[in-house]
């Protein structure tokens, strides 16, 4: 019986045994970061360290000449070896019954001539991946995080030769066909934003076998993955993708965010030498983005960013604003007056406010200023009221935000907040974060404030599931896509 | 004899002697934070602290009851009082002969009928402030910069009631219509780039009186100023404020940076109850821009992100790219594809190399993986070659980088640099910093890696005036500013 699609994605992201072709001893090796990225980070399964050259123990396990050697079955091979001898280990691969490959090395289509010759060697070898399942090559190997990287349950599984070692488990999926974002860039990611969880990253690489498609259809029916973010060069199987986005806008918790390289001939000719995939035309990618209906990034900042936005959203079931009816609450008429012009750039807008939620608003004004009648509030001199009223500063603010909330028509809040030690610090933060929370409205933060004392409430926020940003666009554009995904649900 | 412009702003930006009017020994009011303002920060003119209610000493400084009390005479009065008591006192400061008042408060055109009364008043009192100039009302005061807070010449003139202790004199005016960018979010700026230096802020508020064209007017004929960033929500004489403009193209080492409030009819709304002005309608706020040539920002991290870029490249005398013609250094296949996607979309291009820079990247190539002929240099294979041949990774970047930038029509570079301890602290930074500011083109680096080693560098390449950025759009569009000014330069 032909496996399932989850079974043979099970092989790579949720292996019993592995046999790390190319282990090494040497420090400075892939080889050897590979054993020790799955030995320090509690890989549950068994690893095989393969090596004709090596004997001894690695990391405290027996290298093996061969993978025809190990007794056991072995359900995966990571390959760490140059690219010339890839098809005759394939083959021993073969012969062991092993299900899986995950091929590192680059050097096969993206070199031109050669490599394409060791690319028609391996599929004459793999019978056309009939025999082998294979992911790569020129790719960065898989990660599944079951347990951060600081508590007991630490570990999962990670085959690249990207070292993790501080990580958080979250509902977060990448699929990345440059291996940069599945290395490099996801430490800088983890490490700039400690809180931000990840379930699964995925390095395809060239895709000469396995591709995007089969990994987002097995992350669409996987519960512990919310978020699934892309980056792709080029689009394996489109009309697929296209189906399996379209999948994505039946199931109510899954968002998928896309950023795609090569929109332009300069950018194609920059993947090329780098995956070997010629990007489609600039009409071809815009037809199959716009059917797939996906949130769509522009760099990669953004694209974590994005991620990051919707990975709070869903941690904490806030609902997704269906009109874009926003309100603000800030303490500057400038940064009221640009975050206002924002707001109607990106098509969002102020509802009026009804009677009741007025009400509360005229209470908390002095008279020589009154609230205006629409949701955007300036909260200056509500706090100058306040304070002759000897009420804190947090007061004035907790009111105007519950009052904004509590209308009906409003979904989804803006907030400044200016971080200052004196003023932060003495703030009681697990209340004001607490009844953010209580609202199923999304409330979106704008900080300003000391460098250090804005790092603290980052932090603060972020474990909290509270979207935060230093910049005005990015906060607009941030709440703007989850419009966007609310109007590509269909349920 | 009519003073000069000069003359008029050197009151306030120069002052040899400043009233404080509601100068207060309580510690909660601004009128007691202005005073402190001053003394602290090293004011070398004589300050006088009037309150009618106050006795004694104030930081050292004798109270006056009144203006009209001091002997010796004053050129400047600085309010903090309430607004229904400014028209008496400003009265008094006519007859004392003080030249400037900047009046703090709110409570003016903004708040509708009874602010417009108020400033009837004034406007009768001061004879069309014939009889005295005025900044504000409903402002932050100015700032004037003269030595680092951390250095023996440490201070300035600080009129605002916001508190500045850490700050560094660069080549910086900000001009702002919303107090907060002279106060909160300046302080923001400083702490958050410690190494960005300012010379003036100028809150003009309701601009009642002075504006920003008398400000821009000074700057442009001040030999320490750069860069002029600009927050406006109006235009009080929008054909002045365009000869300005015009004027500024002339100049080589002049560039004007602005955010414009009130872009839209919400916009325009949360403006008028901040500083009581009605933003002129879209089309002829498109007209000024566009007359003006001046470069736009969209938001207040943009706005000194991009005075920021064009502070650094003054201060070490890069040439502003005349064509926008970019060449880009990256160990990234992904982030060379979506860097190549966003120059092509900011109209900046990659130029074909000449021979001699083009064998100077193929000696650094290996065989199998040659240079592309034109200026986007993939690294990662000539790092491998490297290794091979026992040279350090930051040795083969820096002969990319040679390479490229040797090449007469590269005008720039971007450069993407992964900080991670065992990489870049190894780095003899100052060698490769040196290097880069040896060449007259621009170099822009990206940053990704540990969030930790990611700030170190950052403050290293920030003292030595190289612009990074840890996302590719923002690098790419700081990058086309320079070409815009470049194309608005007429000379």
Request: glycine share 8%.
């Amino acid at each position: 019986m032909k496996p399932s699609n989850n079974e043979i994605i099970d092989i790579f992201l949720n292996p019993k045994s592995v046999a790390v072709i190319g282990a090494s001893k040497n420090l400075v090796k892939g080889g050897n970061w590979i054993v020790n990225n799955l030995v320090t980070n509690n890989f549950k399964g068994r690893v095989y360290p393969i090596n004709p050259n090596a004997t001894g123990k690695l990391l405290g396990l027996e290298f093996k000449k061969s993978v025809l050697d190990i007794e056991e079955d072995v359900d995966l091979a990571i390959f760490y070896i140059p690219n010339r001898s890839i098809p005759e280990l394939l083959d021993d691969c073969i012969k062991k019954e092993i299900k899986g490959a995950i091929i590192e090395a680059s050097g096969f289509e993206e070199v031109g001539e050669k490599g394409l010759e060791l690319r028609d060697k391996i599929l004459q070898i793999t019978d056309n991946f009939s025999k082998i399942r294979l992911i790569g090559p020129n790719c960065m190997g898989v990660s599944r995080i079951d347990g951060d990287s600081n508590s007991d349950e630490k570990g999962g599984f990670f085959s690249g030769f990207g070292t993790f070692q501080e990580y958080k488990r979250g509902n977060i999926a990448v699929i990345s066909q440059s291996g940069m974002l599945n290395g490099g860039y996801l430490m800088h990611v983890m490490s700039k934003y400690p809180e931000m969880g990840f379930r699964y990253s995925v390095s395809v690489g060239n895709k000469m076998d396995l591709s995007e498609v089969e990994f987002l259809e097995y992350f669409l029916e996987d519960p512990s993955v919310n978020v699934i973010a892309l980056y792709l060069e080029s689009f394996k199987y489109p009309r697929k993708f296209i189906e399996l986005c379209k999948k994505a806008k039946r199931i109510p918790d899954k968002t998928i965010i896309m950023i795609k390289g090569g929109l332009t001939i300069q950018g194609q000719k920059a993947s090329l030498s780098h995956t070997g995939t010629l990007s489609e035309d600039s009409k071809l990618i815009k037809a199959v983005m716009k059917q797939a209906g996906i949130i769509q990034a522009r760099d990669f900042e953004e694209l974590f960013q994005f991620a990051r936005t919707f990975s709070m959203i869903y941690n904490v079931g806030k609902i997704l604003p269906k009109h874009g009816n926003i309100s603000m609450v800030v303490g500057s008429g400038g940064a009221g007056t640009i975050l206002s012009d924002l707001i109607i750039q990106y098509s969002l807008n102020f509802p009026l406010l009804g009677d009741e939620a007025y009400k509360s608003l005229v209470n908390i004004f002095p008279d020589w200023m009154p609230p205006n009648r629409f949701a955007l509030v300036d909260i200056w001199p509500a706090m100058e009221k306040g304070l002759r009223n000897n009420m804190m500063r947090e007061e004035v603010i907790q009111m105007a935000i519950d009052a904004v909330l509590s209308e009906p028509e409003v979904e989804g809040l803006f907030n400044m907040m200016f971080c200052r030690k004196g003023i932060t610090n003495n703030r009681d933060f697990k209340l004001f974060v607490d009844n953010l929370n209580k609202s199923k409205k999304p409330v979106f933060l704008w900080l300003v404030g000391e460098a250090k004392e804005v790092r603290r409430i980052t932090r603060i926020l972020n474990k909290n599931n509270i979207p935060n940003f230093p910049n005005l666009e990015n906060m607009v554009k941030n709440f703007w896509i989850l419009v966007q995904e609310s109007k590509n649900k269909r349920f």
